[in-house]
C-alpha cells in the first residue's frame, strides 16, 4: 500500500468526510461507487483513517470530482484563517465583477438558444409524423 506523503496535522480521512458532506455525498453512496467490496461501514472506516492509500484516495478524488490533492492539503486551520482575514470588523469584504446587464443578456440568449432548440426539435417530430401518416 502506497500512502501519501503530506503534512503530518493533515488527517485525510477528516478532509475526506468535509468534502464529502460539503458535496451533499453519503457514505452509501459513496461506497456504492467504490464497488462491491465497499459499504457505507467501510466508508465510515476509511474517514477515520489519518493517510489514506493513494490509489483510493484518487479513486475517491475522481468520484467526488475534486482533486485529490485538495483532500491531502486540505489544513483546518489555514482555511479559518483565510475565512477570518477575509472579515474587516465583522463584516465580509466583498468584490464582485457581475455586471447584471451582461447576465442579462446572458440569460436571454440562453432562452433564445433553447427556443431554437424546441423548434428544431418540433419540426424534426413533424416530418417524422408526416412521414408516418403518409405511409
Do not use: C
Not at 500512502?3 to 455525498?25: A, D, Q
Not at 461507487?33 to 466508508?43: A, I, R, T, Y
Not at 468520484?63 to 475565512?83: H, S, T, V
Amino acid at each position: 500500500m502506497a500512502y501519501t506523503t503530506s503534512n503530518p496535522k493533515i488527517h485525510e480521512g477528516r478532509n475526506l468526510k468535509r468534502f464529502r458532506e460539503m458535496m451533499s455525498v453519503k457514505q452509501d453512496a459513496l461506497a456504492f461507487e467504490l464497488g462491491e467490496d465497499w459499504n457505507q461501514q467501510k466508508v465510515s472506516l476509511l474517514e477515520q483513517k489519518e493517510k489514506i492509500d493513494s490509489d483510493i484516495l484518487e479513486q475517491v478524488a475522481a468520484i467526488l470530482k475534486i482533486p485529490a490533492e485538495a483532500i491531502r492539503n486540505f489544513d483546518e486551520n489555514q482555511a479559518i484563517n483565510i475565512i477570518s482575514n477575509t472579515f474587516d470588523n465583522g463584516s465580509a469584504i466583498y468584490q464582485t465583477n457581475n455586471n447584471p446587464i451582461d447576465k442579462l443578456m446572458q440569460l436571454h440568449e440562453e432562452k433564445i438558444a433553447l427556443y431554437e432548440r424546441m423548434l428544431k426539435e418540433k419540426d424534426e417530430m413533424m416530418g417524422r409524423l408526416e412521414r408516418l401518416i403518409s405511409k
